[in-house]
């Protein structure tokens, strides 16, 4: 099986990929449907307005929706749906009948989720409980008055895992002038004509939160503020369509230093300055305005020690809780795969006798194996994927993990033996690089079954650079480089790991 060798080719790659992430104070982040028709109602004056709505029409399913499956797909179809109802009551011109029947198409699918007497739950996307209400409402009030050649529509209700009472308190703040709280900013738009300018939202970089819809929510007209401009660079990176999150340039680094470094790969260390001047007293954000949070003050943490360059610590603690540790402060729903980067983390900076570091990576613990799944795997808030919090949880117990990890390890391998695919890979739809990558890396980091993760080495080698979108945002997304990166050592995994691989001669510079 040639496609097992690690070549100077792979070596390149490695390279390019980490000169990319040097140069790029973004991150590189696949166009979202969501941002992409908030723009279409927020800045119709915005260069790359008909490139948007062709996004739109030419990405929307045969069924009517827009996005992923299993309930994914609601909010991008509320926010698709709502922007081309809105181009229609503009009297833009565009092909008036292309939209409608598009719009028609996309409040038929609506109209199944949520105007029948059972309706669809939803996943625990970001500002899913502010941005469905806000939506349903504008649908809603569309109905009252419909475009021309588009037909009466049912009214509609909200998912049964979803109410309007955080929305309702944080738009009465927004309204009065008070501060709500800074991840919130993330999803201004969710607040109609108050998030104009509201009081003490700050934009960072001509950016408010990472977000596209946030910063033109804010903005309100095509005023020569910096944000204006930061908007227009950010439709150009991807000709008109905008990505859901930007901005990521921690998050990003912090991750595919940690991927390659685990799988051997040697790194340059002029990244450590990056990640320590990313940490302050709160912690690391993903990226520049961003707010601090749990998940990537670990991740930095671990990258900075497997470069040698060990991070305060100390900043974790500000994370912990009584039974797990926490993203954000009063977060809703804790995150599985944060607290497997905080163990990974904890695991890097003990020392033998401290108790403070024992009892927390024992709480830890013991909060990941009372997650697993009947099945060995995990389920995580972050990603739509298992295979990417299994992993994060079953490397993160092996490596460090108390009592009992080493039987929840065995599990959540035999786990991803019993699911690969028939062509060697792995994924919850479909078969994608990306789940694939996850899966190697488990069985070869985690001492499974060589010959599976053998078998999966000529599915990475055949991957192009589509990824299907599986991270979560306020819709789904691709951290394009992270997910390089994931392939590329997970084939370094296979050449290096395995009996029946060789490796070639190849040299990172």
Known sequence: MAGVQWTMHDDRAVADLLDQVSADPLGHVSSSLYETARLLVLAPWLTGHAARLRFLLSTQNADGSWGAPDGYGLVPTLSATDALLTLLRRAEPVDRQAVAASAQRGLARLTDWLATGTRVSIPDTIAAELIVPWLVDELNAHRDQPPTGVPRWPALGLPSNIDDRTRTKLHRMVRSGQTIPEKAWHSLEAFGADARRAALVRPSHGVVCGSAAATAAWLGDRSAHEAAGFLDHLQSLDNGPVRGITRIAVFETAWVVSMLADAGVPLPRGFASRLRDACADTGAPAGAGLPADGDDTAAVLYALSRLGEPGPVEILWSYEGAEHFHCFPQEQTPSISANAHIL??????????????????????????????????????????????????????????????????????????????????????????????????????????????????????????????????????????VVRAARLAALRLIATRTRSTTMALGVIP
């Open 344 to 481: 990974d983390a904890l695991g890097e900076y003990a020392r033998p006798g401290e108790p403070r570091f024992a009892a927390a990576i024992g709480k830890i613990t013991g909060y990941l194996l009372a997650e697993q799944r009947a099945d060995g795997s995990w389920q995580d808030k972050w990603h739509a994927s298992p295979y990417y919090a299994t992993t994060c949880c079953a490397q993160a117990l092996h490596r460090t993990g108390g009592p009992g990890a080493e039987r929840a390890v065995a599990r959540a391998l035999d786990w991803v033996l019993d699911t690969q695919r028939d062509d060697g890979s792995w994924g919850r739809w479909q078969g994608t690089a990306e789940e694939t990558a996850y899966a190697v890396q488990l069985l070869l980091l985690c001492g499974g079954d060589e010959d599976a993760a053998t078998r999966a080495a000529d599915f990475l080698r055949a991957a192009d650079d589509h990824h299907p979108p599986l991270w979560h945002d306020k819709d789904l997304y691709t951290p394009i480089t």
